[in-house]
């Protein structure tokens, strides 16, 4: 059966808010990123792209990858859909196609009539990307860092702040690429009682934790199959910012085998069971990350951030599939620039 990939990139925000007008900017980000779907894209597939793509720039995508995908635009139930630059001449519907999204959300059911079953409960897809459920499985597993938690309203922040003696990050139940964060030491300011007060009231809980000397943070992937069977398909070096947000990815960076990136990936793998026990199935990132300790040591943070959707990550996975595997890839986000040029980003080989 042929794939339609929809890149609903705006999948964290509809989490937290539901689904209303998108933003300008929303869709903007939506129409650039739909090109990163070639990683995955196989002959005979289509991406959908809220904004049309220069057919001339995407024809050259597909060629110089070898792959003939079409571009699906338009009002996607109960109105046209019109394809450019497919050589297969589909128009219609959607029907006989496995609609492949980038997170399954309620708008991807509603507006793209996904069959019954054809993705796992929103109810567990929203549970399984809360950052209170990975906060949770830390604890329940002993891996918590010290400090680090669920907080519930300012006075328990305030307690939690006298507690730790040094740097943190408060974080939003729902984020993405490092975004919906912020970081400090000591008393917070003014502007950041107002954030926390704004995410208390809308979600319930921020999640405090001790900043680390971050050595490396790395995002291993899973799938998790319909049987409950869970598959490690490898990782990649996550490049970032100084505020953490995410940069790009880079393959073959490091080695998997030592003893505590085993560690890690096993403490990753009971969490994907978790997410299998609940119902969950199909793509998972989860974020780790290499810090220092006291002395000159370091130690391996194995459930960062959990990602129940499709990641950049895993997208640079695949790219890395089409190299040689003596060669070292970096998938790195670039300025966009102009929407009709169909950039997507720069992938370096080495």
């Keep these: 059966m042929p794939r339609l990939f929809v890149g609903n ?9 539901g689904r209303g007008q998108r933003s300008g900017v929303l869709q903007r980000l939506n129409g650039e990123l739909a090109c990163s779907w070639l990683a995955v894209a196989r002959d005979g597939d289509a ?6 793509i220069n057919e001339r720039a995407w024809r ?5 990858f070898q792959v003939d995908v079409g571009m699906v635009t338009g009002p996607v ?14 128009l219609a519907g959607g029907d006989g196609w496995e609609i492949v999204p980038w997170g399954w959300s309620g708008s991807i059911v509603k507006e793209w009539g996904a069959a019954e079953g054809a993705g796992p409960p929103l109810e567990v897809v929203q549970w399984a990307n809360s950052r209170e459920f990975s906060c949770q499985l830390e604890a329940q597993l002993g891996v918590s860092l010290p400090g680090a938690g669920v907080v519930r309203s300012m006075e328990e922040l305030q307690q939690r702040l006298r507690q730790v003696n040094g740097p943190w990050i408060l974080k939003a139940n729902f984020g993405m690429s490092g975004r919906e964060q912020l970081r400090g030491s000591g008393e917070l300011t003014l502007p950041q009682v107002g ?12 999640v405090f934790e001790p900043r680390l000397e971050v050595v490396r ?30 940069l ?22 009971l969490a994907c069971e978790r997410l299998a026990s609940k119902g969950y199935f199909g793509p998972v990132g989860i974020d780790q990350m290499e810090y220092r300790v006291q002395g000159d040591g370091t130690a391996i943070r194995a459930i960062q951030d959990i990602n129940a ?3 950049m990550g895993r997208l640079a996975l695949e790219w890395g599939k089409r190299f040689p595997e003596r060669h070292r890839l970096r998938w790195r986000h670039g300025s966009f620039g102009e929407q009709s040029r169909g950039d997507v980003g720069e992938v370096d080989v080495h």
Excluded at 222 to 242: A, K, N, T
């Design 9 to 17: 990139f705006d999948f964290e925000h509809e989490l937290v808010e």
């Design 47 to 52: 991406i959908w792209t809220p904004q049309v």
């Design 60 to 64: 050259t995508l597909f060629e110089r």
């Design 77 to 90: 139930r109960g109105g046209p859909m019109r394809e450019v630059a497919s050589r297969r001449g589909w």
């Design 195 to 206: 954030w926390c007060k704004n995410r208390l009231k809308r979600d319930g809980l921020v």
């Design 217 to 246: 943070e790395v995002g291993l992937q899973f799938e998790i199959e319909r049987s409950g069977e869970v598959r490690l398909l490898g990782g990649c070096e996550l490049l970032v910012d100084q505020r953490g947000e995410y």
């Design 248 to 269: 790009g990815s880079g393959c073959g960076q490091f080695d998997l085998s030592t003893e505590g990136w085993l560690k890690g990936s096993s403490l990753a793998e």
């Design 309 to 311: 959707r499709w990641t």
